[in-house]
């Protein structure tokens, strides 16, 4: 079972939950997914937040399901988004919350502008962890 919610005391938020809570058993802690392809190469090209949030989004479901998990088991989530720019950010946001990945975001959720991440020219990584079914 898990229990999002928002307490009173804090501002509503935009799409996600301030508080999740899992009764589960099983917790699967899932590595940063990243833009990368089957050859291990970033996808789009030199600022393309677009193409490299759909592959993020690609191998997320990937991962979540190889660990015999949904979007809907998430409970926890970070998006590393490398821009300054809320524009930036926001956009990203909004096309990982219209993506099949989207339930996965209702849940407690983080979206962090870095500097920079592990790939050359890598503008997107999401870290999962979800509670797995008994």
């Given at each position: 079972m898990i229990d999002k919610f928002n307490p009173p005391t804090?501002?509503?938020?935009?799409?996600?939950?301030?508080?999740?809570?899992?009764?589960?058993?099983?917790?699967?802690?899932?590595?940063?997914?990243?833009?990368?392809d089957l050859s291990g190469e970033v996808v789009g090209e030199a600022g393309?937040?677009?193409?490299?949030?759909?592959?993020?989004t690609t191998n997320c479901l990937a991962v979540l399901e190889a660990a015999g998990a949904t979007p809907?088991?998430?409970v926890r989530s970070v998006v590393y988004v490398v821009s300054p720019d809320s524009a930036v950010l926001s956009s990203v946001w909004r096309q990982l919350n219209?993506?099949?990945?989207?339930?996965?975001?209702?849940?407690a959720s983080t979206l962090l502008?870095?500097?920079?991440?592990?790939y050359r020219g890598q503008l997107v990584e999401i870290d999962l962890t979800a509670a797995l079914p008994d």
């Open positions: 804090v501002h509503v938020p935009d799409g996600y939950s301030h508080v999740t809570i899992s009764e589960a058993g099983r917790l699967a802690h899932l590595a940063g997914q990243c833009p990368l393309d937040y677009a193409a490299q949030t759909e592959q993020v809907a088991d998430v219209a993506s099949p990945l989207a339930e996965a975001f209702a849940t502008g870095v500097a920079s991440l592990g």
